[in-house]
């Protein structure tokens, strides 16, 4: 304690100002990460339900002429997008109909994925949703597929839902 009397004021003051001005850079950095890291999840957000978009047209299209082939490219085409993980159609009896991994085609949803299934079915409008595990990071957006001859027979022009899972490795790296 005696030696802390005989350091001068000068140098002390020095030294709080030092401290005082690694604090505030550690937080403005801290700051910035996480402004930033947000930017991109809503660009992100944005990009995925501008995919979609385009796709519920796309395969509006394919389904009136019940071209499934047509659908089954068109998902195989749309995988190949930077970050996009996967991509199903799904009919409104949670039934895969078309999907990137073949081996999924003809099996049924289950999980927290059924249950948004279930949400954008009833409330029409696109549900976004996070997983995080050890090894992975995915955001998924489940979107409504709108159909016109879908109209009679479920009170509603929802014929299935677009589910689109995006890799989030690429942003957490941020």
């Not at 996480?34 to 519920?56: C, F, K, P, S, W």
């Not at 696109?126 to 879908?150: M, T, V, W």
Request: overall charge neutral; charged content about 25%.
């Amino acid at each position: 304690m005696k030696k802390l009397r005989h350091i001068s004021l000068m140098t002390k003051t020095i030294v709080a100002i030092g401290v005082l001005v690694a604090i505030l850079g550690i937080g403005l950095v801290s700051a910035t990460f996480v402004g930033t890291r947000g930017v991109l999840y809503r660009q992100m957000e944005a990009q995925v339900q501008a995919i979609a978009d385009i796709l519920n047209y796309a395969f509006e299209i394919s389904i009136r002429e019940r071209d499934f082939d047509a659908i089954q490219r068109i998902v195989e085409n749309t995988r190949t997008i930077y970050g996009i993980g996967r991509v199903s159609l799904v009919d409104r009896d949670f039934r895969i109909i078309a999907d990137n991994r073949h081996e999924e085609i003809g099996n049924l949803l289950s999980g927290r994925a059924q249950e948004v299934v279930e949400e954008v079915l009833t409330s029409w409008r696109s549900q976004f949703y996070y997983e995080k595990s050890e090894n992975q990071h995915d955001f998924y957006i489940i979107a409504p597929l709108r159909g016109p001859e879908y109209i009679m027979p479920h009170r509603s022009n929802i014929a299935g839902v677009i589910v689109i899972k995006q890799d989030l490795r690429q942003v957490d790296v941020v």
